[in-house]
């Protein structure tokens, strides 16, 4: 069983009281339905969930709305004794509803998808690229499974770029960072991604 000293302010009565909740560990059955029996059983409210595998190890995030009446605190006693026998890593931290989400201005979705040989510094490289032209990754999977085989060592990022940017420089940028990695790399709206995969 995992302990974790967690300190939360004191959410009043009358504000909406939103956590982000992280279910971290050795991923096996039972996992997410023991989380949402006990948000069922606390009168919690689902907003946002997501969850994966990665290698042997499961993760899993929820944005969560409690009942006025149920802190933090107390809520992560409750989960981390409902999921104690599972041996899973729970963190919970609240949410500030007035912050807005990052959002570029006027920006359209794509998706870059590298393949290539499995070296250190991938991410960082193709990530570094991105960030500097100011194009937010929305959401990244990567699988390494090692060797030279370019089909085993794939990088999907969704990203949204800016209408405002220099794109002709961002893509050629962007190839010529993969190419340094040499990696294949492919750039794509969202909109045609999903229809070539559908396919």
Known sequence: MTVELNFYPKISRDSMNKVIITVLGHDRPGIVATVTRVLFEQDCNIENVSQTILQTEFSGSFIVSLPPD???????????????????????????????????????????????????????????????????????????KGGDEPGKNIMIYEVDIPADIDQRSFYYELRETAESLALNISIQHRNIFETINRI
Do not use: C, W
Not at 70 to 97: C, K, N, W, Y
Not at 116 to 144: C, E, H, M, W
């Open 70 to 144: 149920l802190q933090p605190g107390r809520f992560h006693e409750i989960l981390t004794e409902a999921l104690a026998s599972l041996d899973m890593h729970v963190h919970i931290a609240p949410i500030a509803t007035k912050t807005k989400a990052f959002q570029s201005k006027d920006s359209e979705p794509f998706v870059i998808t590298t393949k290539g040989p499995d070296n250190k510094g991938l991410v960082a490289g193709i990530s570094a690229t991105i960030a500097r032209y100011g194009v937010n990754i929305t959401n990244l999977q990567a699988v390494f």
